[in-house]
């Protein structure tokens, strides 16, 4: 089944890589190099599964970001993946209490990327009709 993912990083060389390791899997990529962006776009496109930078420049970092699609009832089928340098036990908490569903340190390999990409999709619980939101 094919999914929309948003890819939500401020480097463009870690946003080609996760391009890069989904290009071939059928899925519908969009991306944003900064928190605000990406929270408009999941709110355009409604996303299957986000893959979020932590820390990205301006007034939304990752942490941000992931709060206000929970807060959002639209996005709240919404899987997020955090991606980050910063492995600490600290950031990996505020990732998950942020609403967070499972956090991927850097570096990560494609075929890792891939991988979780298709376990966490299949697991997934379909989404709700625009009519079971309301």
């Known amino acids: 089944m094919k999914s929309k993912i948003l890819?939500?990083?401020?480097?463009?060389?870690?946003?080609r890589l996760v391009r890069w390791a989904l290009e071939d899997s059928g899925h519908t990529l969009y991306e944003a190099p900064n928190g605000a962006?990406?929270?408009?776009?999941?709110?355009?496109?409604?996303?299957?599964?986000?893959?979020?930078?932590?820390?990205?420049?301006?007034?939304?970092?990752?942490?941000?970001?992931?709060?206000?699609?929970?807060?959002d009832p639209a996005l709240a089928h919404t899987l997020i993946v955090m991606l980050t340098a910063d492995a600490a036990q600290q950031t990996k908490a505020k990732s998950l209490a942020?609403?967070?569903?499972?956090?991927?340190?850097k570096p990560f390999s494609?075929?890792?990327?891939?991988?979780?990409?298709?376990?966490?999709?299949?697991?997934?619980?379909?989404?709700?009709?625009?009519?079971?939101?309301?």
């Open 98 to 105: 942020a609403g967070a569903n499972f956090f991927l340190p």
């Open 7 to 15: 890819v939500v990083e401020d480097h463009a060389d870690i946003r």
């Open 37 to 71: 962006l990406g929270l408009e776009l999941a709110r355009t496109v409604h996303p299957d599964l986000v893959f979020l930078d932590v820390m990205m420049p301006g007034d939304l970092d990752g942490i941000e970001v992931c709060t206000q699609i929970r807060k």
């Open 110 to 134: 494609p075929a890792k990327l891939l991988e979780l990409t298709e376990v966490l999709l299949k697991a997934r619980p379909p989404s709700p009709s625009p009519i079971e939101r309301e």
